[in-house]
Nanobody, 117 residues
Framework: QVQLVESGGGLVQAGGSLRLSCTCS????????AGWYRQAPGKRRELVAA???????NYADSVKGRFTISRDNAKNTVYLQMNSLKPEDTAVYYC???????????WGQGTQVTVSS
C-alpha cells in the first residue's frame, strides 16, 4: 500500500516562507505527475503546482513567482517551497502522485498552512 506523508506546515506571518515535504513509501521515479493541492474552508480543492517526471511544471496563477515545486526521486520526496506567503494562502495542503496509464492516484493526509496578517 502506497503511503504519502506530508510535513512542513505550520503558522507563519505574511511575507514568510515554508517548505512542504511529501515522502512516499515507494519509489517515485516512475510516477508521472507529482502535485500539490490546497483546500481552504468553504472552498473547493485546487491545484497549486504540478511537476511531471520530465520536469515540466505548472502553477496556479495565484502562486506563480512565489511557489516552487521540486522532486527528489532518490529520496522519494516532493517539495513545495512557498515564499512571500499571503493570508489567502491559508489552507490544508495535499500532496498527490499520479499516473495516467493505468490511471492511479495517491494522496497524502494533508498539512495545515496558516498565514497570519
Amino acid at each position: 500500500q502506497v503511503q504519502l506523508v506530508e510535513s512542513g506546515g505550520g503558522l507563519v506571518q505574511a511575507g514568510g516562507s515554508l517548505r512542504l515535504s511529501c515522502t512516499c513509501s515507494r519509489s517515485i521515479s516512475s510516477i508521472h505527475t507529482a502535485g500539490w493541492y490546497r483546500q481552504a474552508p468553504g472552498k473547493r480543492r485546487e491545484l497549486v503546482a504540478a511537476m511531471t517526471s520530465g520536469g515540466r511544471t505548472n502553477y496556479a496563477d495565484s502562486v506563480k513567482g512565489r511557489f516552487t515545486i521540486s522532486r527528489d526521486n532518490a529520496k522519494n520526496t516532493v517539495y513545495l517551497q512557498m515564499n512571500s506567503l499571503k493570508p489567502e494562502d491559508t489552507a490544508v495542503y495535499y500532496c498527490s502522485l499520479s499516473n495516467p496509464v493505468p490511471s492511479v492516484s495517491y494522496w497524502g493526509q494533508g498539512t495545515q498552512v496558516t498565514v497570519s496578517s
